[in-house]
Structure formats: C-alpha cells, structure tokens
Nanobody, 115 residues
Framework: QVQLVESGGGLVQPGGSLRLSCAAS????????LGWYRQAPGKQRELVAT???????NYADSVKGRFTISRDNAKNTVYLQMNSLKPEDTAVYYC?????????WGQGTQVTVSS
C-alpha cells in the first residue's frame, strides 16, 4: 500500500548538481528517520545521509559539505541536494523511511557522474 517514489536522478558532469526527491504515497505512521542510501556497481549499499524527526542530521564522510538532506513532513517527502558531484558518487540512490514497525524503501534512482 505504501510506496516511496523517487525522482531526480540522471547524468551530470563532475562538479554538477542534482536534487533527488522521494515522496511517500499513502500514510506512514511513526516515522522516526528519513534517509538516503546508495549502491555503486560491485559495492555494498552504504548510508549517505539520515534526517531524524528531531536531532542531528548525519552524513557519510564522503559527502559531507556537498550533500544536504532535508525533509518536508507535510508532504511526506525527503530530498537530497547533491552538489560538487564526483564520479565516485555514481550509484543507485535509495530513499528510506524508517518507522517504529518497519523500513520502507524507494525503488532507486540512478545517478551517474561522468564527463
């Protein structure tokens, strides 16, 4: 019933920017943390950023200073602003909504950084 729909991925040059969005269809109760993860070819899925309802936003060291996660609770949407993109940022990006009961994952959106 609940689905997370991602958008905003694409092909950009190094140094470029993209803004990913992830919107939930349906109602998710007791959302604790919204986050973004990514998985590059041949690599494990890794945490990119998390935004709790209240508290400190966390970023992976590799994206600190370049990526910004934000959430719009009224729209059940989480965003990831990605600046100064590097080729190593190339991956499929997944959003995640974490509730007290389970995690909800987006379908993934491809981000390719290449010249």
């Amino acid at each position: 019933q609940v689905q997370l729909v991602e958008s905003g991925g694409g092909l950009v040059q190094p140094g470029g920017s993209l803004r990913l969005s992830c919107a939930a269809s349906g109602t998710i109760f007791s959302i604790n943390v919204l986050g973004w993860y990514r998985q590059a070819p041949g690599k494990q899925r890794e945490l990119v950023a998390t935004a709790p309802s209240i508290g400190r936003i966390n970023y992976a060291d590799s994206v600190k200073g370049r990526f910004t996660i934000s959430r719009d609770n009224a729209k059940n949407t989480v965003y990831l602003q990605m600046n100064s993109l590097k080729p190593e940022d190339t991956a499929v990006y997944y959003c995640k909504f974490s509730s007290d009961f389970r995690d909800y994952w987006g379908q993934g959106t491809q981000v390719t950084v290449s010249s």
